[in-house]
């Protein structure tokens, strides 16, 4: 019997077989995909770094200097001054005393989990906090307890009834990946007090985005020196790729020792930290990315909001457009495509069954023109289906 063939026409009866999509562009407004041009509406680039001019020239300058890879781990031989000064830079944005970068932001949550707490802890988890969080808790041995999503009554339930563990850590994503909302975290961060717990944030889709100067969540909340744990991405507003802790210097020096995401791979290349690094600096010399993609948001959420989408109360870049059924969901996300906008469907597993959704992203990149081309796509493909009127 062949397992793989069996699993697979599983997945397709169900509708739920994955293709990929190849892109021919850059992660731009507008991008070739399957030799056709559409607009992005799917992309966390959210604020164009990834193909801003300035940020390519000195990348390309870092690649004449230091080569392309970087020759082993951070603790053999991979360590550069750029790794160092990145990180450094980013204790400074995030108002912590120190950070570090790991390659993804996947592994940075694999790799501070399995970390900081053990067999004798207790995570306290959201229930939609993004997969790298609970594969980080599941790897940490600790026990892993969830409370509905934002729901405040439960998680004082569960922090009430977890004192037998040495440890409480509650963690829960900034802004909700797939629903584009926002932790309550100050009121997590009086809960936490109250019941002596540790609180992590994982701000992969706040930081350059949230608050003035777009530091993330921490900054929006005023909640500066609160946070015992705070993680963040480099692959999304950044425009680069790799992820990072940012907290205390004994957090920081600890993971460097015993983070085996951190120890047993391959430092970052050159050329990405060096794109992290421009980007960075570009994001605190040009601050009005930040108002721009908020003007952008606030532009294509009223035009679905006035065409008759659902959207989900989302606050930032991510706009969630629900539809529940996958086949409808699915339906959509192609004649979208067919019209000339490319918005994912997001369906099962990655969301609960019944509540398949359109996942839109904006970036500060796009014209006012885009959006509404965008909007008029919406309208047309939505009527094909039959969502709208
Ligand atoms: N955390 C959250 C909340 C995310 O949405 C993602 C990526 N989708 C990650 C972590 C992982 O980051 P990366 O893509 O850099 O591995």
Known sequence: MNFWVEELSLLKEEGLHRELKRLESSQSPRVIIDNQEVIMLASNNYLGLSTRKEIKEEVIQVIEEYGTGSGGSRLTTGNYDLHEELESKLANFKETEAALVFNTGYMANLGVLTTVVGAEDVIICDKLNHASIIDGCRLSKAKLLVYKHGDLERLEMILKRSSKYRKKLIVTD??????????????????????????????AHGTGVLGKKGSGIVEYFDLKGKIDIQLGTLSKALGSEGGFVAGSKELIDLLRNKARAFIYSTALAPATIGASLASLNYLQSHPELIKKLWRNIKLLKDGLEDLGYDLLPSNSAIIPIMIGDTEKTMKLSKSLVEEGVLAPGIRPPTVPRGMSRIRVTVMASHSSEDIEEALDIFARAGREVGLIR
């Open 174 to 203: 900034g802004v909700f990946s797939m629903d584009g909302d926002l932790a309550p975290l100050p009121e997590i961060v009086e809960l936490a007090k109250k019941y002596q717990a540790l609180v992590m944030v994982d701000d």
